[in-house]
């Protein structure tokens, strides 16, 4: 397919942090997708907490399963746009990379950590960012310390997924409002599966504009963003169908975030990752030996990049180690 202008191609990239070799058959940016998608914190998605935690059945979403939808839906939008899908898809297939175990409860326990050590650690950041986290990852904690050396078009989108600014490129612009096309169409799909939400639930306004159903909804926020980025500069959204999918988001909040069946294990899980971030800055000596050089620079970084890249599983093996006690046999 013949990329139009406004396209991040390839062959301008602003380069990788340490120079490569030119691949014969694979652009720069279907290498960076190519590495994402073969490393460890990749992996490490598919037991990690997307909304529910623990949930009883084999069709909620996980961490993972959010990610490939992130691809599906933003490589959709990239190609319609005549965008460069490899970039779009590696942008997609990293942005959540540096998300805690337990989802963003981990996220709440490791930001109420740093708060709760900054007296005695004044390097602490004010809060966990996943999306900075994630860049972190792919530039330093991967590939034993040397990270991805991914190109930097790609490390820019990953950063600016979320929160304040956008992406230099169209292609990272995508990734930024396919992740919320997904997570909230998801969410409400997991929510009524759960038995927390029937489609009559919904409010009928955003439902009206959007659509009566999951694949609906998805199609209308697709078309409808291809539509009103042809010919603009930036990509974005028409003001109907963005106000809608803010409602719906904000209904989701009151109704499913922090209701009583998604939060009803999240004081647990906001525990065992206090409890290991203490532990660890208490006891460094605890630390894999991975980590134990890295804990003498920073201490507070270290074990953070620990317990973030944690699963949740591991999680709780790791605290039930460290502080519940097991039966002494003779």
């Known amino acids: 397919m013949r990329l139009q202008r406004r396209a991040a191609f390839s062959a301008d990239t602003r380069g990788r942090q340490r120079a490569l070799p030119t691949d014969e058959y694979r652009t720069d940016y279907q290498r960076d997708r190519d590495r994402v998608l073969h490393c460890k914190a990749f992996r490490r998605l598919s037991h990690k907490t997307q909304v529910f935690l623990a949930p009883e059945g084999d069709h909620y979403r996980t961490r993972l399963t959010h990610t490939l939808e992130v691809a599906q839906i933003a490589r959709s939008i990239a190609r319609a746009l005549r965008l460069n899908e490899d970039l779009t898809e590696a942008i997609a297939l990293a942005h959540d990379l540096g998300h805690t175990p337990f989802g963003h409860i981990g996220e709440d326990a490791l930001t109420a950590c ?9 390097e602490v950041p004010d809060r966990f960012r996943h999306n900075l986290q994630s860049l972190r990852i792919v530039e330093r904690l991967e590939y034993g310390g040397k990270g991805l050396n991914l190109t930097w078009e790609v490390r820019d989108g990953i950063s600016h997924h979320t929160g304040s600014g956008r992406a230099s490129t169209l292609e990272g612009q995508i990734v930024a409002t396919a992740d919320r096309i997904a997570y909230i169409n998801h969410d409400i799909d997991d929510a009524i599966r759960g038995g927390v939400l029937t489609e009559d639930d919904l409010p009928q306004g955003p439902t ?5 159903n999951h694949g609906a909804r998805i199609t209308t926020m697709v078309n409808d963003m291809v539509h009103a980025s042809v010919d603009s500069d930036e990509i974005r959204m028409s003001e109907p169908v963005w106000e809608a999918m803010l409602e719906l988001r904000s209904f989701l909040h009151d109704r499913v975030y922090i209701g009583e069946v998604a939060k009803a294990e999240e004081p647990k ?30 201490l ?22 460290l502080f519940v006690p097991v039966s002494w046999r003779v």
Do not use: K, W
């Not at 009206?208 to 009566?212: C, I, K, M, S, V």
């Not at 074990?303 to 605290?319: E, Q």
């Open 114 to 122: 740093f708060r709760e050590v900054a007296d005695r650690f004044p």
């Open 208 to 212: 009206d504009t959007l659509g009566h």
């Open 269 to 298: 899980a906001f525990r065992v990752v206090r409890s290991l971030f203490l532990h660890f800055l208490e006891n460094p000596g605890d630390l894999p030996e991975e980590y134990r050089q890295a804990a003498q620079v920073d």
């Open 300 to 321: 507070p970084e270290t074990v953070t990049d620990y317990i973030a890249g944690m699963t949740d599983r591991f999680a709780i093996r790791s605290f039930e180690r």
